[in-house]
């Protein structure tokens, strides 16, 4: 772990996986994603993105691929803009945009 940095592009609708140099792993786009704000890279190099105007949280592996949608607006995430992943109590902690959290507890 943190041999790799996650950028957000907002106006592309991607996160950019790079290498410690710079280079391009991957790319990942999605209909689920509009929009990333936030994101969270777990213990295990699990990946939460947020999305912010699609109203979702994706969870993607250390490489960049989806591995599902976690949460939706029908979950009551609207404009999501933080998350992160609590270990301690295996709970997903999401703000959005009016300064509320929202916790999802992980089964």
Known sequence: MGDKIYVTNMDKHTLLTLAMDGTVISTFSD???????????????????????????????????????LATEKDGVNKPWSVFYSCSNDSVLVGVENKDIIVFKVT
């Open 31 to 69: 209909i689920d994603l509009n929009v990333p704000r936030g994101f969270n890279v777990t213990a295990r190099g699990q990946v939460l993105v947020c999305g912010s105007r699609s109203n979702t949280i994706i969870q993607l592996d250390s490489e960049g691929k989806k591995l599902a949608t």
